[in-house]
């Protein structure tokens, strides 16, 4: 396990929660299941396999997030197909609130915008969930219900920048991106 003074982690591990969602099938990549593993204890790493991420998101912010021992103060997220390596390391070295990594998606010009994040690899502090009133994570569409105008990313991003929470983003992370 990573120890934060020796690794220079903004985080220590041993009051970190880890939360891997996992739907549809329970399944997480090797990479994954190692890189949570070789950081965090064991009893922090919690699978969530819910039906449809938003709502496991959501989800896992109330029963996982705000239902966790007062010791436990940051949260880690990875989705199932994320592929972490050293590379995703920074992610928990950086000193902001809420962290995202860097990773492949279909649209890479989103990442342009210098606070953007994308939940596939994140980790949040818990006094951002407490300030931030649900729900965190929302699609949203455009007036006439057509198409999709902010993702649940961005819209959790919004909310936090309005809470008055710093993004940062920071590392690399592998991600079994489909076009």
Known sequence: MLGPKEHNLAIDPARTRAVALTWPDHGLTWEGAAWLYNIFPPENITALCWQGL???????????????????????????????????????????????????????????????????????????????????FLFTYTPDGAARAKCECGYFRDKVIEAGFRIARAGWCGHDVKR
């Open 54 to 136: 938003t709502e496991a998101r959501n989800r896992s912010v109330q029963k996982l997030v705000l239902q966790a021992p007062e010791a436990i103060q940051d949260f880690v997220f990875m989705d199932r197909d994320m592929r972490p390596g050293a590379q995703a390391i920074p992610v928990l070295r950086a000193d902001a609130d809420v962290v995202g990594c860097t990773y492949p998606i279909a649209n890479m010009a989103s990442w342009a915008e210098p606070t953007a994040i994308h939940m596939g690899l994140v980790r949040v502090r818990r006094r951002v969930f407490e300030k931030v009133k649900p729900p965190w």
